[in-house]
């Protein structure tokens, strides 16, 4: 079963602090991954997504990519109270038609 | 451009009966996936759709259909509805350059 495992938290961080997200991936075929935003209720909204080794960049999130170990990270500089939600990885393959998703990690920012 | 509409919003139901789901992509992407999260099981991927064809299926029981219309628009059915499937039921449509995959607001279904 490939799979997408992240901790479920709640990860808390005190308001601008940084917050470290992590997932590990088991499909070593897996080309693109893919951070996903969702607040309690709502849909998931993409924040980022990484298809190369390193870091990339996007305002306040940054997403690491890390293939040899099979692991993707988000930072959140500045963690600001509306960060406030769980954060779903995905990883998609490149030859199949599935995007898999983490169970998604749940993080409050303390005002 | 407009985005994923998913229609309804919310739905109640009972037991035994079904529902018919649906979802209209962003315009110009060919590919709808369907989802259902529930708060134990998290997302769970039930079916994809691409050209009016299932590409890609989960691993839901029979009860759960879709099927996809030439003008990419999807309907996902539910029959013979039992408790647990009350969920969150999301679709989400894919770019093409990219495989980026982007949701509807969902559809919250009841079943009691």
């Known amino acids: 079963q490939k799979e997408v495992e992240q901790n479920s938290g709640p990860l808390s961080v005190p308001e601008g602090a940084i917050a470290s997200l992590n997932c590990t991936y088991s499909?070593?075929?897996?080309?693109?991954f893919f951070w996903y935003r969702q607040y309690s209720g709502k849909s998931p909204e993409l924040i980022m997504f990484?298809?190369?080794?390193g870091d990339k960049e996007d305002g306040r999130f940054t997403a690491q990519l890390n293939k040899a170990s099979q692991y993707v990270s988000l930072l959140i500089r500045d963690s600001q109270p509306s960060d406030s939600a769980t954060y779903l990885c995905?990883?998609?393959?490149?030859?199949?038609?599935?995007?898999?998703f983490g169970a998604g990690t749940r993080l409050f920012v303390k005002a | 451009k407009a985005g994923v509409t998913q229609t309804p919003r919310y739905l109640i139901k009972t037991r035994g009966q079904q529902v018919t789901l649906s979802c209209s992509p962003i315009?110009?992407?060919?590919?709808v996936s369907w989802y259902q999260q529930t708060p134990g099981q998290g997302l769970q991927f039930l079916f994809e759709?691409?050209?009016?064809?299932?590409?890609n299926k989960g691993n839901f029981p029979g009860r759960f259909s879709g099927r996809q219309f030439s003008n990419s628009r999807s309907e996902m059915n539910v029959s013979t509805l039992e408790l647990g499937d009350s969920a969150l039921y999301l679709c989400?449509?894919?770019?093409?350059?990219?495989?980026?995959?982007?949701f509807g607001a969902g559809t919250r279904l009841s079943v009691l």
């Open positions: 759709y691409f050209s009016e064809t299932q590409r």
């Open positions: 989400a449509t894919l770019t093409r350059v990219r495989n980026i995959q982007y």
């Open positions: 315009s110009g992407h060919r590919s």
């Open positions: 499909d070593r075929g897996s080309q693109s």
């Open positions: 990484i298809y190369s080794n």
């Open positions: 995905a990883a998609k393959n490149t030859g199949g038609f599935k995007t898999i």
